[in-house]
């Protein structure tokens, strides 16, 4: 069973920096584009950043010039590091990828969600 695990989450400071990564694991053929999405409380899910496989990426406007989307595709990892952080980027972030398990044919699959907060 294909699981996309997700880890660095936390309470930062606004100004400072956080790295998320999520990893996925599990039987798998390919991991086509990878995603990080958020969503604060009232709000839509939103797009934040994604990665295809060959490594380009698409950012929200709100976040270029501050997060970085990378991949690691050996490890099956996908990081986003979240560099000047404002008390508007707090909310749950979800990693996402589109990955072929059974067939070259992808399933959408998501992680369980990380809490980020920007507070002094």
């Known amino acids: 069973q294909v699981q996309l695990v997700e880890s660095g989450g936390g309470l930062v400071q606004p100004g400072g920096s956080l790295r998320l990564s999520c990893a996925a694991s599990?039987?798998?053929?390919?991991?086509?584009?990878m995603g990080w999405y958020r969503q604060a409380p009232g709000n839509q899910r939103e797009l934040v950043a994604s990665i295809t496989s060959g490594g380009a990426t698409n950012y929200l406007d709100s976040v270029k010039g501050r997060f970085t989307i990378s991949r690691d595709n050996a490890k099956r990892t996908v990081y986003l590091q979240m560099s000047s952080l404002k008390p508007e980027d707090t909310a749950v972030y979800y990693c996402?990828?589109?990955?072929?398990?059974?067939?070259?044919?992808?399933?959408?699959?998501w992680g369980q969600g990380t809490q980020v907060t920007v507070s002094s």
């Open positions: 996402n990828a589109d990955i072929a398990v059974e067939t070259m044919i992808p399933d959408d699959y």
């Open positions: 599990g039987s798998l053929l390919s991991i086509y584009a």
